[in-house]
């Protein structure tokens, strides 16, 4: 299985970037997890729907075809990590690719989120992107320990 992290916004602080690699290169090799950076549309004269469309553009060309989407969205479900695993260890039985995309500052499209086929949320906080880069890496890290039985994760 191959899990995709999909975030709208190139540049990262060096401590998020530091924390999201010490993440990454812990899970095994059968499950691949990539992150995809696209590149945030500059902000000027466009309205909000236009910038929008042009990120979901970027982001659709970023997502291999077949993959299952699932859209970080603030008014999406909530999610515990135990229901996350859960959600893992279904992706990796149904043999699915997963995208799990991160909107840039204004968010995703309407039309994308949408057509995902989920829509969860990480927090009721409103958080910075770095932040949820790293907070998304940690928790997938977390719900891959618990469908192993690793001692990562302590109830």
Same mark, same amino acid.
């Given at each position: 299985? $191959?899990?995709?992290?999909?975030?709208?916004? &190139?540049?990262?602080?060096?401590?998020?970037?530091?924390?999201?690699?010490?993440?990454?290169?812990?899970?095994?090799?059968?499950?691949?997890?990539? /992150?995809?950076?696209?590149?945030?549309?500059?902000?000027?004269?466009? #309205?909000?729907?236009?910038?929008?469309?042009?990120?979901?553009? $970027?982001?659709? =060309?970023?997502? %291999?075809?077949?993959?299952?989407?699932?859209?970080? !969205?603030? $008014?999406?479900? +909530?999610?515990? #990590?135990?229901? /996350?695993a859960e959600?893992?260890?279904?992706? &990796?039985?149904? =043999?699915?690719?997963? +995208?799990?995309?991160?909107?840039?500052? !204004? =968010?995703?499209? %309407? =039309?994308?989120?949408?057509?995902?086929? &989920?829509?969860?949320?990480?927090?009721?906080?409103?958080?910075?992107?770095?932040?949820?880069?790293?907070? /998304?890496i940690? &928790?997938?890290?977390?719900?891959?320990?618990?469908?192993?039985?690793?001692?990562?994760?302590?109830?």
């Amino acid at each position: 299985m $191959r899990l995709t992290i999909v975030a709208v916004g &190139q540049k990262v602080p060096d401590w998020a970037q530091t924390a999201y690699d010490d993440y990454a290169k812990r899970f095994p090799p059968e499950l691949k997890v990539e /992150l995809k950076a696209v590149k945030t549309e500059p902000r000027g004269s466009k #309205t909000l729907e236009n910038l929008l469309a042009a990120e979901r553009t $970027r982001i659709e =060309g970023a997502i %291999a075809r077949g993959c299952r989407i699932v859209a970080l !969205d603030e $008014r999406g479900t +909530a999610v515990t #990590t135990m229901a /996350l695993a859960e959600h893992l260890k279904n992706w &990796q039985l149904s =043999g699915d690719d997963v +995208a799990i995309v991160i909107g840039g500052p !204004d =968010g995703l499209d %309407a =039309g994308f989120k949408q057509s995902a086929h &989920q829509r969860i949320r990480l927090s009721d906080l409103t958080l910075p992107h770095a932040m949820v880069r790293v907070l /998304l890496i940690e &928790q997938l890290y977390r719900a891959w320990s618990i469908t192993i039985n690793h001692p990562y994760h302590r109830e």
